[in-house]
């Protein structure tokens, strides 16, 4: 698997490509609609992340000591960027995902060609996932201390 830095100039490559940002646009639509359904079930008032303009949901399951994301939008947009977010940090451990410098975010020029509302939708997805991380490292530790 390759790492998180190595997904993440994966995608600075891949925007790099376009000159145009209606053209990065378009890219981010793709991977947006390249995203797995969320579970109808998943679709709650604790997943939905507070911040965010349009609805997001994430789902983020633990299993064998990886964080497991996954999430859905009502926005094609903001799609796209949860599902950057998902291409980098799913299946990583709580410790890469809370110690990851999102570089990839400012690389590729996306948060000065967001609005300031899907900007703060940004944010507040990034928060959240770490937020995930922060509580399944807190439950790991708890369990190999009980």
Same mark, same amino acid.
Do not use: H
């Given at each position: 698997?390759?790492t998180? &830095?190595?997904?993440?100039?994966? *995608? ?7 000159? @145009?940002?209606?053209?990065?646009y378009a +890219?981010?639509?793709?991977?947006g /609609?390249?995203?797995?359904? +969320?579970?109808d079930?998943?679709?709650?008032? @604790? &997943? ?12 983020? @399951?633990?299993?064998d ?10 926005a094609v *947009?903001?799609k ?5 977010l *998902? =291409?980098?940090?799913? /299946? ?6 809370? &110690? ?10 996306l =948060? ?15 928060k ?8 399944y490292?807190? =439950? ?7």
């Amino acid at each position: 698997m390759a790492t998180i &830095n190595e997904v993440q100039d994966e *995608i600075i490559e891949e925007f790099s490509m376009f000159d @145009d940002w209606m053209d990065r646009y378009a +890219l981010l639509i793709e991977l947006g /609609n390249s995203l797995d359904k +969320l579970d109808d079930k998943n679709k709650t008032e @604790d &997943n939905l992340i507070v911040g965010c303009q349009s609805r997001v949901w994430l789902q983020a @399951d633990y299993i064998d000591g990886k964080i497991v994301l996954k999430a859905e939008s009502d926005a094609v *947009i903001v799609k796209g960027i949860i599902a950057l977010l *998902i =291409k980098v940090l799913s /299946n990583r451990t709580p410790d890469e995902i809370i &110690n990851t410098d999102l570089y990839f975010i400012e690389k590729i020029g996306l =948060k000065e060609n967001l609005s300031p509302t899907r900007s703060n939708g940004l944010v507040s997805m990034i928060k959240q996932i770490r937020f995930y991380a922060m509580a399944y490292k807190a =439950k790991e530790i708890g369990e190999v201390g009980a």
